[in-house]
């Protein structure tokens, strides 16, 4: 059984920065890849970023591209994302999920993944 546990979230101004983390237990999430998923109130839950199984290959929302960086620590079994020059539309609730996909566009939908956290909560005020 594969869990997944978020933490880092918090309130922080604009331009300020947040690293998340995502501890999994399971041996079998070293085989999968990661990846984190956000909602914000009233909307749909959307991709933010994924890393692949090996953690070379890395893929990225264009609103996060350059701002958020995405990494795993293997021999921890954590996943990771740093999130610099935060906009108050990063405002949301950002979930860790793990997924037997590696590649391909599955990897940036929610139906690739079979794990969730629980999410953890990022306030961004302006």
């Known amino acids: 059984q594969v869990q997944l546990v978020e933490s880092g979230g918090g309130l922080v101004q604009a331009g300020g920065s947040l690293r998340l983390s995502c501890a999994a237990s399971?041996?079998?999430?070293?085989?999968?890849?990661m990846g984190w998923f956000r909602q914000a109130p009233g909307k749909e839950r959307e991709f933010v970023a994924a890393?692949?199984?090996?953690?070379?290959?890395?893929y990225y929302a264009e609103f996060g591209k350059g701002r958020f960086a995405i990494s795993r620590d293997k021999a921890e079994n954590t996943m990771y994302l740093q999130m610099n020059r935060l906009r108050p539309e990063d405002t949301a609730a950002y979930y860790c999920?793990?997924?037997?996909?590696?590649?391909?566009?599955?990897?940036?939908?929610?139906?690739?993944?079979?794990?969730w956290g629980q999410g953890t909560q990022v306030t961004v005020s302006s």
């Open positions: 999920a793990a997924g037997p996909i590696d590649s391909g566009s599955s990897i940036y939908t929610e139906s690739g993944y079979h794990y």
């Open positions: 399971g041996r079998i999430v070293s085989t999968y890849a």
């Open positions: 890393i692949s199984r090996s953690g070379g290959n890395k």
